[in-house]
Antibody, heavy 121, light 108 residues
C-alpha cells in the first residue's frame, strides 16, 4: 500500500525557516517524481514544487522561488522541503504528492495527509 | 501561466440526482486534465486523469469528458459520500501545474 507521511510543520515567525519531510513507503520511491502542494486555510490547492526521480529536474512556483528548496533522498525514501524567509501568506497545509511516472509534471495519484505550517508572530 | 476556471463555485444537488461540473482552461491543455475530490479535513483524492480515465477504485458514476479548453466532470447519481469539493488541474504546461478554484457540491 502506498503511503506518504508528512512531518515538520508547526508555528514559525515571519522570516523564519522550517524543513518539511515526507516519508514514502509501499512503492519504489526512486522511480517516481514527487511534488509539494499547499492549501491555505479555507482556500484552494496551489502547486509549490516538483522534483524528478533522480533530482535532475526541479521546478518551483513563482511564489516560493528563491525561498524554498525541494530535495529528496532515494536511499531513505524521503522527500524534503526547506522553507526559508517564511511569510504569513505561506501559512497552509502542505501535502506531498506522487506523480505516477519519473518526469516531474503530471497528475497526482497519491497524497499524504498533510502537515500544517503557520507563519505568525 | 494557464488559468483554470471552475463553475459553478457551489452546486446544490439532491441525492440521486446528476451533477455536472465545468472546468475551463485559458488555453489548450489537450487532454492533460485531472479531477480531484476533497472532503473536509482530508487530502485530495484523484478521480480522473487524461480528462476521461477513472483512477483505480473510482466508481463508474464518475465520468470525465472534454479536451482542449473545456472539460466536464459528471456524477451520474449523487451518493451521500460524494458531497465534497472538486478541483480540476492541468498538467500540459509545466510549471506550474495549475488547479482550478474548486466546485463545492452540497446537499440541496
Amino acid at each position: 500500500e502506498v503511503q506518504l507521511v508528512e512531518s515538520g510543520g508547526g508555528l514559525v515567525k515571519p522570516g523564519g525557516s522550517l524543513r518539511l519531510s515526507c516519508a514514502a513507503s509501499g512503492f519504489t520511491f526512486s522511480s517516481y517524481s514527487m511534488n509539494w502542494v499547499r492549501q491555505a486555510p479555507g482556500k484552494g490547492l496551489e502547486w509549490v514544487s516538483s522534483i524528478s526521480s533522480s533530482s535532475s529536474y526541479i521546478y518551483y512556483a513563482d511564489s516560493v522561488k528563491g525561498r524554498f528548496t525541494i530535495s529528496r533522498d532515494n536511499a531513505k525514501n524521503s522527500l524534503y522541503l526547506q522553507m526559508n524567509s517564511l511569510r504569513a501568506e505561506d501559512t497552509a497545509v502542505y501535502y506531498c504528492a506522487r506523480v505516477p511516472y519519473d518526469i516531474p509534471r503530471g497528475y497526482f495519484d497519491y497524497w499524504g495527509q498533510g502537515t500544517l505550517v503557520t507563519v505568525s508572530s | 501561466e494557464i488559468v483554470m476556471t471552475q463553475s459553478p463555485a457551489t452546486l446544490s444537488v439532491s441525492p440521486g440526482e446528476r451533477a455536472t461540473l465545468s472546468c475551463r482552461a485559458s488555453q489548450s491543455v489537450s487532454s492533460n486534465l485531472a479531477w480531484y475530490q476533497q472532503k473536509p479535513g482530508q487530502a485530495p483524492r484523484l478521480l480522473i486523469y487524461g480528462a476521461s480515465t477513472r483512477a483505480t477504485g473510482i466508481p463508474a458514476r464518475f465520468s470525465g469528458s472534454g479536451s482542449g479548453t473545456e472539460f466536464t466532470l459528471t456524477i451520474s447519481s449523487l451518493q451521500s459520500e460524494d458531497f465534497a469539493v472538486y478541483y480540476c488541474q492541468q498538467y500540459n504546461n509545466w510549471p506550474p501545474g495549475t488547479f482550478g478554484g474548486g466546485t463545492k457540491v452540497e446537499i440541496k
